[in-house]
């Protein structure tokens, strides 16, 4: 039922895009001492791009078809949303010896700033949903 409600598949489709991001700053954490790693991490997240991709019917702004339930009858299905990784080191961020880029002070702050923002998205889902079921009961 809340798949129905563009605000409910943009909160989904950013919940997605901030687990990912976690996985992405993990793996980072964790290549910290691997020689030559370059630090990864996703294209930011655009509210505007997600809602028209919900929102319209046909091609997303991302280029990719939007799913269409043609017929009661159909299932209602919901595309796979996997967030492209790009590099994000530059040679100027500071390079250790061994050509590794991850700096632990700044994906730690990247952890930080995604809880923070994975916490927000949560709460507007779940008073979201009070809200609807206050609606609902009266």
């Known amino acids: ?65 939007a799913m269409v339930q043609t017929s009661a009858a159909h299932l209602v299905g919901s595309a796979a949303t996997t967030p492209d990784p790009m590099i994000s080191a530059k040679a100027s961020d500071g390079e250790k010896p061994d050509h590794n880029h991850v700096s632990l002070e700044e994906q730690m702050v990247k952890s930080s700033d995604n809880a923070n923002a994975f916490a927000l998205v949560t709460a507007a889902y779940a008073k979201s949903v009070s809200i609807m079921k206050m609606s609902i009961d009266k």
């Not at 001492?33 to 996703?42: A, G, W």
């Not at 509210?47 to 046909?58: E, M």
């Open 1 to 65: 039922m809340l798949e129905s409600i563009s605000l409910f598949r943009v909160a989904d489709a950013r919940l997605q895009y901030l687990a990912e991001r976690q996985s992405v700053i993990a793996r980072n954490i964790a290549n910290a001492d691997t020689p030559s790693y370059v630090s990864r991490d996703l294209k930011p997240f655009s509210f505007a791009s997600a809602l028209a991709a919900q929102s319209s019917g046909g091609v997303g702004s991302d280029g990719r078809l």
